[in-house]
């Protein structure tokens, strides 16, 4: 139908091509998504992609994402996420929950970029080592009217 609204899209990017290991619990630099790559379009899906050193349980099978705003004034920048900070929290990314060593991916979809510049942080809030390895990536997309 004429004037439907449909999503449009942006190449994927590459936040974190080969993130350092991370342990359950910890919190990890996922990559800055830079104004460039987004600023003709309202959101993103992340995409997260790695192994894990053991199997996952079915409980605890997610990472949380929390986005941390740069240049907020002038070249200040929000405080980096902590286990004290956790600010910014824009949702999680869930895994199978598979045997120890299979790839695993998992997509956070329409993460709001209405800011400027943003850098991602990934927690690992499952019950096992993410190995090193793994990638956060990024699809801008916005919605338009269709022809």
Same mark, same amino acid.
């Given at each position: #139908?004429?004037?439907?609204?449909?999503?449009?899209?942006?190449?994927? &990017?590459?936040?974190? =091509? =080969?993130?350092?290991? !991370?342990?359950? @619990?910890?919190?990890? %630099? /996922? /990559?800055?998504? &830079?104004? %460039? #790559?987004?600023?003709?379009?309202?959101?993103?899906?992340?995409?997260?992609?790695?192994? #894990?050193?053991?199997?996952?349980?079915?409980?605890?099978?997610?990472? !949380?994402?929390?986005?941390?705003?740069? +240049? $907020?004034?002038?070249?200040?920048? &929000?405080?980096?996420? %902590? !286990?004290?900070?956790?600010?910014?929290?824009?949702?999680? $990314?869930?895994? !199978? /929950?598979?045997?120890?060593?299979?790839?695993?991916?998992? $997509?956070?979809?329409?993460?709001?970029? %209405?800011?400027?510049?943003?850098?991602?942080?990934?927690?690992? *809030? @499952?019950?096992? @080592?993410? +190995?090193? /390895?793994? @990638?956060?990536?990024?699809?801008?997309?916005? *919605?338009?009217?269709?022809?």
């Amino acid at each position: #139908m004429a004037n439907e609204a449909i999503w449009t899209t942006l190449s994927q &990017a590459t936040l974190q =091509s =080969s993130g350092a290991s !991370a342990a359950s @619990t910890a919190i990890v %630099s /996922g /990559g800055t998504l &830079a104004t %460039s #790559m987004h600023s003709l379009f309202s959101a993103v899906d992340l995409v997260l992609t790695g192994t #894990m050193a053991a199997s996952i349980a079915s409980t605890s099978n997610y990472f !949380a994402v929390y986005a941390r705003h740069l +240049n $907020i004034d002038g070249t200040a920048d &929000a405080p980096v996420p %902590s !286990a004290s900070i956790k600010a910014k929290f824009v949702g999680t $990314i869930p895994f !199978a /929950g598979s045997s120890a060593s299979a790839a695993q991916t998992g $997509i956070l979809e329409n993460v709001e970029t %209405s800011w400027a510049d943003v850098e991602f942080y990934v927690e690992n *809030l @499952t019950n096992a @080592t993410l +190995n090193a /390895g793994w @990638t956060l990536k990024a699809t801008p997309k916005t *919605l338009e009217p269709s022809a």
